[in-house]
Structure formats: structure tokens, C-alpha cells
């Protein structure tokens, strides 16, 4: 566990280290949100890390020691490459939808959990749209922490079958994700539970960025041109960005990828905020899509998200959900990734800028897919064209192919 200050992302003000500390007290929980700063001249790493090493392998750059049985069975997710295919140099794709719970949850889940140890805390809540919920009750199961989790009723049901199995305590609210959030919050914090909610708890965000670290290490220490990334409440992203710079700052790589961030045209909140340019001010809106792990109307982690995307000169794009839903059918057929909504954004958004004339032949492309197609199949399941042959019927279509 390497040594850190917590700093706001607005004002600047520090902070040590606090079990309850989630946001600075000047800018509150919306712009105040908390960045973990290390003195990388105090840091010498090498490039030794392994291609399939787990989370583990970074303790030196997080602000966890880990403790957990499932801590090393986080992280070193596939990286698959296609050479001169997809008109592109290079494809590669990130895929996480095969960890634990199926999700990129997961490698902020066991940050947050290894943190409620840390603190001695009883409870661990959430709220969430589906993913960080099951992430979190998958992954906190087998320990002493009694789980509290918060969601929409209109969560798919397979996300829902997670939580269940886990044996979490599981409250579904009849109306959105953020009113879920603030729920999850008054009760949470009254009781002294602790938080794991994005963009409140300043730790998470630690442990997603380690996926912009496994990209680098498994590409052999060379950055894509471009890096796709679903983009809801602004945590993800703002930690892909965050693991670049900082493997830039380390002297591990050259250059930083241009940073896609993408959403869906019906939740495009953070998009908005960032293209209306500084001062970010965050606004709140009704939102929708098929893609739910991205729908979120008041993202949370907004200012954070603007902040790093400048910093590297980073670009929101919207998609439909008519091409949400395409790309994941597409995805599935041309690489044998089989994606959620969310996940399969980033694919979408690649062939728009294809398309464009903003993505050239000679570009290397890295999909950032985090999440299983099996957590959500409503949106595949919309195209499928069923048949039923009878034998005869069969033998005689067949003889056709």
C-alpha cells in the first residue's frame, strides 16, 4: 500500500486519511469529490509487471493493503487483438465481463471491501443500476460484512438473480437510480455503514484505473491511438484517464491514447456538462436507454470526469440505441465478445467515427467491454428471429445452405 493525500477536485484542499472522509467539506459531495494523490518521486517502478497478474501485482500504486480471499482473482482480464481487421490497424479489446460477477465492478469492489476491513466497519452499502450491486454482494459474500444494497426495481433480472444468491440484503426502489443513490445514502451513512458508491467513495476509482495499467502492460508498454470507454456517472472514465497519466508520470509509456468517452443520446448528461466547457457545473436531467448501466441522469462524478478529459484532451461522442443494440450483435458475430448494452457502446461510437473519417487505417483502437452480455439479454434477445422447423422442413432448408 503506497502512501497518499486526498485532494479535492474543485478547491484543491487536502485531506488525510479518515474512515468516514468521502468528499471535501468546503465543495460538498457533488463537487467536492476526492482524488488520491501519490508522490511519484517517492515511486521507482519498473516494467516488470506480469500480462496476467491480477490487481495484486499493483498494491504499490493503490491505497489498499489486501486482505480478501478473492483479492487475486481480480483483475488480468483478456486482452484480445485483431491485426488489419475492422479497418483499423489494431483492434484490441478489453474484456471484463468474464471476472467474478461478470462486470469492471468488480475492481473497485474488492478496493472498497478491503477498505470496510481496513476500518473495522460490520456493513458495506451500494446503490446502484445493477453491476457495482452485484459486484459488491458476489465478492463481499464470503466475508464478515453484512451487505446492504440499493437499486431500481426495473434492474434486470439477472443482476438481480446475483445479489439474491450472494445473500445480500437487497432494497429495489420503485423509481430511478438516483433516487435509489439518495436513499441509499441517508440510510447508509445514519448507520454507519460503509459506502461504496461511485464517485463518493474516493477509493473505487483507484481500483477501476488498473485497467488502463493491464492494457499498457499486456500491449507491451505501447498506447493505443484511441481507447473506447461507456461513460455514465464518470467514474470509469475518470479512472482510465487517471491510469494513463499516471503510467505516463512513471515513464511507462509515451504518449497517452485519445480518450473516447461514450454515451448513449438519451443519458448524454456528462456530455453535455463537459461540451458547455468550464466552470463544470453539474446538471440534473431525466434520462433513458437500453443501456442501463449508463443511464444515469446525475452523474455523480461529473466534475472529476470533465477535469481528467481535458487534462488529456479527451472527446465525448453519443450514440442511438438502435446502435447500441446493432453493435452488440455485431461485436458478438465479428469477435466472439458477447457485450451488454453499455459495454458494447464503445464499438458503436468506433464505427461512427470510422464513418466519419476520424479513425484511419493505420490507427490502433482498444475497447474498454465491461460487462457480460449474459447481464442483460432483454436487448439481445430483441433480435432474435426464431424458427421452428419441423424435421422435414429442416433437411430441406439445409440442403439449401
Same mark, same amino acid.
Not at 467539506?25 to 476526492?34: A, M, N, S
Not at 470510422?354 to 432483454?378: A, P, Q
Not at 422447423?389 to 432448408?397: C, G, I, L, V
Given at each position: 500500500?503506497?502512501?497518499?493525500?486526498?485532494?479535492?477536485?474543485?478547491?484543491?484542499?487536502?485531506?488525510?486519511?479518515?474512515?468516514?472522509?468521502?468528499?471535501?467539506?468546503?465543495?460538498?459531495?457533488?463537487?467536492?469529490?476526492?482524488?488520491?494523490?501519490?508522490?511519484?518521486?517517492?515511486?521507482?517502478?519498473?516494467?516488470?509487471?506480469?500480462?496476467?497478474?491480477?490487481?495484486?501485482?499493483?498494491?504499490?500504486?493503490?491505497?489498499?493493503?489486501?486482505?480478501?480471499?478473492?483479492?487475486?482473482q481480480v483483475g488480468g482480464t483478456p486482452f484480445i487483438k485483431f491485426n488489419h481487421q475492422f479497418g483499423v490497424r489494431e483492434l484490441m479489446i478489453k474484456f471484463d465481463g468474464v471476472s467474478l460477477s461478470g462486470s469492471y465492478k468488480d475492481r473497485a469492489s474488492i478496493i472498497a471491501i478491503n477498505k470496510a476491513l481496513q476500518y473495522g466497519k460490520e456493513a458495506i452499502f451500494c446503490a446502484s443500476t445493477g453491476n457495482a450491486a452485484s459486484s459488491l454482494a458476489i465478492l463481499s459474500a464470503h466475508t464478515a460484512l453484512k451487505t446492504y444494497i440499493f437499486v431500481p426495481s426495473s434492474i434486470p433480472s439477472a443482476k438481480l438473480a446475483q445479489l439474491h444468491a450472494a445473500g445480500a440484503e437487497v432494497i429495489a426502489i420503485q423509481g430511478s437510480y438516483d433516487e435509489a443513490f439518495d436513499l441509499s445514502m441517508e440510510i447508509g451513512l445514519k448507520k454507519g455503514w460503509y459506502c461504496r458508491n461511485s464517485a463518493i467513495n474516493p477509493y473505487l476509482l483507484e481500483g477501476k484505473k488498473t485497467g488502463a495499467y493491464e492494457i499498457i502492460i499486456q500491449n507491451d508498454y505501447v498506447a493505443p491511438d484511441f481507447c473506447f470507454v461507456g461513460v455514465g456517472d464518470g467514474t470509469i472514465i475518470s479512472s482510465i484517464c487517471k491510469g494513463f497519466m499516471e503510467f505516463k508520470q512513471l515513464g511507462l509509456i509515451d504518449k497517452i491514447p485519445k480518450v473516447i468517452g461514450v454515451q448513449a443520446e438519451g443519458a448524454a448528461t456528462l456530455k453535455k456538462v463537459y461540451d458547455s466547457g468550464k466552470p463544470y457545473e453539474p446538471i440534473f436531467e431525466t434520462v433513458s436507454t437500453v443501456a442501463d448501466s449508463i443511464s444515469v441522469g446525475n452523474p455523480r462524478d461529473v466534475i472529476k470526469a470533465c477535469t481528467y478529459m481535458e487534462k488529456i484532451n479527451g472527446e465525448f461522442l453519443t450514440v442511438s440505441d438502435d446502435e447500441i443494440i446493432h453493435s452488440i450483435q455485431s461485436l458478438t458475430s465479428?469477435?466472439?465478445?458477447?457485450?451488454?448494452?453499455?459495454?458494447?457502446?464503445?464499438?458503436? #461510437?468506433?464505427?461512427?467515427? +470510422?464513418?466519419?473519417?476520424?479513425?484511419?487505417? !493505420?490507427?490502433?483502437?482498444? =475497447?474498454?467491454?465491461?460487462?457480460?452480455?449474459?447481464?442483460?439479454?432483454?436487448? #439481445?434477445?430483441?433480435?432474435? +428471429?426464431?424458427?421452428?422447423?419441423?424435421?422435414? !422442413?429442416?433437411?430441406?432448408? =439445409?440442403?439449401?445452405?
Open positions: 500500500m503506497r502512501d497518499y493525500q486526498l485532494r479535492c477536485i474543485s478547491c484543491g484542499k487536502s485531506y488525510l486519511e479518515k474512515s468516514d472522509l468521502y468528499w471535501c467539506h468546503d465543495c460538498g459531495p457533488l463537487k467536492g469529490t476526492l482524488e488520491i494523490i501519490y508522490d511519484f518521486n517517492q515511486i521507482n517502478i519498473s516494467k516488470n509487471f506480469s500480462k496476467k497478474g491480477d490487481i495484486t501485482q499493483f498494491e504499490d500504486l493503490l491505497p489498499v493493503k489486501f486482505q480478501t480471499n478473492l483479492d487475486q465479428e469477435t466472439g465478445v458477447f457485450s451488454e448494452p453499455a459495454g458494447a457502446v464503445g464499438y458503436a #461510437a468506433l464505427q461512427k467515427m +470510422k464513418n466519419d473519417g476520424r479513425i484511419s487505417h !493505420e490507427d490502433t483502437v482498444c =475497447l474498454f467491454v465491461t460487462g457480460n452480455g449474459l447481464k442483460d439479454i432483454k436487448s #439481445a434477445e430483441s433480435m432474435i +428471429k426464431r424458427q421452428n422447423f419441423s424435421k422435414e !422442413e429442416a433437411r430441406k432448408y =439445409l440442403e439449401g445452405v
